[in-house]
Nanobody, 127 residues
Framework: QLQLVESGGGLVQPGGSLRLSCAASGFTLADYAIGWFRQAPGKEREGVSCISNIDGSTKYADSAKGRFTISRNNAKNTVYLQMMSLKPEDTAVYYC????????????????????WGQGTQVTVSS
């Protein structure tokens, strides 16, 4: 089965760090662009950071720039989101998603186009 599984979420103090992982199975992640999205209670899901499989180009939401880093390890079939200087407003369920590189059209972090989604991992930033 094609599957994405997020891990690494949890409770962290403001200013702390977390490293989220997105492990793919059933397909080769090297052929896919990957996005991290998040959804806070009562809010719409939003793009956080996305990475191309072609040239390694990345996109970040303004709220994530300078604090979050997306990376991929194709040998491990895994994508990471390193989050630093976490703020309470970062609290959300974080999802990874994948789209085959040939189908990326509307912008790297256009949520609607992504085909495969994980179940999400909860990140809570609180003192």
């Amino acid at each position: 089965q094609l599957q994405l599984v997020e891990s690494g979420g949890g409770l962290v103090q403001p200013g702390g760090s977390l490293r989220l992982s997105c492990a793919a199975s059933g397909f080769t992640l090297a052929d896919y662009a990957i996005g991290w999205f998040r959804q806070a209670p009562g809010k719409e899901r939003e793009g956080v950071s996305c990475i191309s499989n072609i040239d390694g180009s990345t996109k970040y939401a303004d709220s994530a720039k300078g604090r979050f880093t997306i990376s991929r390890n194709n040998a491990k079939n895994t994508v990471y989101l390193q989050m630093m200087s976490l703020k309470p407003e970062d609290t959300a369920v974080y999802y990874c998603a994948a789209i085959h590189f040939t189908r990326v059209g509307w912008g790297l972090c256009t949520m609607r186009q992504y085909d495969y989604w994980g179940q999400g991992t909860q990140v809570t930033v609180s003192s």
